[in-house]
């Protein structure tokens, strides 16, 4: 029998080792991928746990209490009393009304302006520059905070404004009126203000999805006889449907707690017909310093909103996807 033959590296390596004790194997400890990620998002966490999970809870609890006295304020645990009392009260039942028709017409015109002018801007026009220019015309009220916005619309509704002054003078008016202080058109006033400061946020949205709508379909129609009506019904608006919701889910709850243009124009009047639900909020829970009640005024608001979102969504859905 032939002697096996060892190499002469594995013979070095042996003599190398010969006298020493075996290493024990080392673990290198490995931060987890998955970590890296919340570790990246742990800061808007805690923000979003400090201004908006935290208040949440407090209105909550505030909710169930009642608040007796200015200076030395003192608070007793009253369960739904607060509720209950929100169904008698008669202010806030004008204000919800007042609310619902505020929200449903500004959704409902920001909707109607922000689609017109993006189907305007999405066309072919002349020129290049144009178009631009009259885009960033149409963007211009979005660069007004609503204070400011409400304050100049405030001198051109007023009884010696500008736009008194040309109905008048056109004979659609008999005398000049003050529509922000007339009970008929004080809140209708205050939707105009609002739609006109609002919509390109709106206007810009619809017409990135008009952007997104392959123009071979657009083809595609024409080819086969349809008319400029029947394009707009049977290719844009199907190919919108998922951006309309998008876009009025964010109105109905960004409108819904209005206050700053209640409050900088007309303070709830006159005679209560501008009153909305986050003004009166406000009008409880810090003029009257009555917490409790404002807290769950509050959380009405809430409910209802979330009630409203739940069905539109739900219907919405059912609507773009079948």
Same mark, same amino acid.
Request: without cysteine; hydrophobic residues 55%; positive net charge.
């Given at each position: ?131 631009? /220019? %009259? @885009?960033? $015309? ?6 007004? &905070?609503?204070?400011?916005? +409400?304050?100049?619309?405030? !001198? ?104 700053? /243009? %209640? @409050?900088? $124009? ?6 209560? &017909?501008?009153?909305?639900? +986050?003004?009166?909020?406000? !009008? ?39």
């Amino acid at each position: 029998m032939t002697e096996a033959r060892s190499s002469p590296s594995l013979a070095v390596q042996n003599h190398d080792n010969k006298g020493q004790s075996p290493q024990p194997a080392r673990h290198r400890w490995m931060w987890p991928r998955q970590a890296t990620g919340y570790v990246m998002i742990a800061p808007a966490i805690i923000f979003l746990l400090m201004v908006i999970i935290y208040p949440l809870f407090e209105v909550l609890r505030l909710s169930f209490y009642e608040f007796t006295g200015l200076r030395d304020q003192q608070s007793s645990f009253v369960g739904l009393k607060n509720f209950f009392t929100l169904m008698d009260d008669r202010i806030y039942w004008i204000s919800m009304k007042n609310t619902m028709i505020f929200v449903l017409a500004t959704v409902v015109l920001h909707a109607l302006i922000g689609l017109l002018f993006a189907l305007a801007l999405h066309q072919d026009w002349p020129s290049n520059r144009l178009r631009n /220019l %009259v @885009r960033g $015309l149409l963007i211009l009220p979005w660069l007004f &905070s609503m204070a400011a916005a +409400g304050l100049v619309w405030a !001198l051109l509704l007023n009884a010696l404004g500008p736009i008194n002054y040309l109905l008048v003078s056109a004979g659609i008016l008999e005398r000049a009126m003050d529509f922000l202080g007339d009970k008929d058109t004080a809140l209708w006033g205050l939707i105009v203000i609002n739609v006109w400061k609002s919509y390109p946020f709106y206007m810009i949205m619809l017409l990135g999805g008009l952007q997104t709508i392959p123009p071979d379909l657009y083809a595609a129609a024409k080819v086969d006889g349809a008319d400029r009506w029947q394009r707009f019904a049977f290719v844009t608006l199907p190919m919108m449907r998922s951006i309309l919701v998008a876009t009025t889910a964010i109105d109905f709850i960004t409108t819904f707690g209005v206050f700053d /243009l %209640v @409050r900088t $124009l007309t303070n709830g009047g006159p005679a209560r &017909s501008t009153i909305t639900l +986050g003004y009166y909020t406000w !009008l409880v829970g810090f003029r009257d310093v009555d917490f409790g009640y404002g807290a769950a005024i509050s959380v009405s608001m809430l409910i209802i909103m979330s009630v409203a979102m739940f069905f539109y969504l739900r219907l919405a859905r059912e609507a773009v996807y079948g």
